[in-house]
């Protein structure tokens, strides 16, 4: 399957055997943000405006080929922030009636204050949206938005959301160096926004950005007391998978 949009599966502490699903499928990185820690490296398209990247027809082909497959998820993610695709929320009503898959997608929150993009969201069965900053300067520190983008402005849109989702929302909080000793800020969020879980994340795979020690991340953890769901990436399990493009499951998930 040359030039794939769908890749994997690869393996995901939280979704299993997660199928990918790319809208983007661009040739570097397309997104509104340019994380510090992205595993992608650095943004080459950045982009905060939405357009289709893939047509329905090219989703629908390639879905045919992967009918069957044993996998856990559907996943949207890839090369970017997969709600710049305009048709997000056609993809998942495709990918739901051909694949009989349970649909997660994973968001960086940063388009979430428009309403189209929340309301294309909801279809999924999860959302796992990236929050890693308590205040704004940090915000633009770790996650560099490309755009005007604020963290007061996707906070209040991500209480929004989940006043108006009902699926299962996930926090994914990745701690580096810069906001380690945000623990406590960061758990004050999610008491906020009332996820279904936390995850606390912290990035083993190669990246510009050095992870926290086990410890460092349990000290982390013990600030989300409150929380009945908090998962760290150090205590997950995954499972064994073989992609079955492994070039092109590389391409977005470098060292799987
Ligand atoms: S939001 Fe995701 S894809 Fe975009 S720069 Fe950050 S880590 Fe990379």
């Not at 769908?6 to 983007?24: A, E, K």
């Not at 209480?159 to 699926?167: I, P, S, T």
């Not at 701690?175 to 606390?200: H, K, S, T």
């Not at 989300?224 to 399990?237: I, R």
């Amino acid at each position: 399957m040359a030039s794939s949009i769908i890749y994997g599966p690869v393996p995901s502490w939280r979704l299993g055997r997660s199928l990918g699903i790319d809208l983007l499928s661009t040739g570097g990185k397309t997104c509104s943000f340019d994380c510090v820690y992205c595993q992608l490296g650095m943004t080459v398209h950045p982009e905060v405006e939405r357009k289709e990247f893939v047509s329905l027809d090219r989703i629908a082909r390639e879905l045919k080929a992967v009918e069957g497959i044993a996998a856990d998820y559907a996943t949207f993610s890839g090369m970017g922030e997969p709600s710049l695709a305009s048709n997000l929320g056609e993809a998942i009503r495709l990918v739901k009636s051909a694949l009989k898959l349970p649909v997660a997608v994973l968001t960086n929150s940063s388009l979430i204050p428009r309403e189209d993009v929340r309301r294309e969201l909801a279809l999924a069965d999860v959302v796992v949206a990236k929050v890693d900053a308590p205040a704004e300067e940090l915000f633009r520190k770790i996650n560099r938005p490309v755009g005007s983008q604020t963290l007061a402005g996707i906070l209040k849109a991500l209480k929004l959301f989940r006043e108006e989702y009902h699926g299962k929302l996930a926090l994914q909080m990745m701690f580096i160096e810069a906001n380690r000793d945000c623990a406590a800020g960061m758990a004050e969020i999610a008491e906020q926004l009332f996820p279904d879980e936390v995850q606390i994340n912290t990035p083993l795979r190669p990246c510009g950005a050095a992870p926290l020690s086990a410890g460092e991340v349990a000290a982390i953890e013990r600030e989300f007391g409150d929380f009945k769901n908090v998962f760290t990436v150090y205590e997950a399990s995954k499972p064994e998978v073989v992609p079955f493009d492994l070039a092109e499951t590389l391409r977005r998930r470098p060292g799987l």
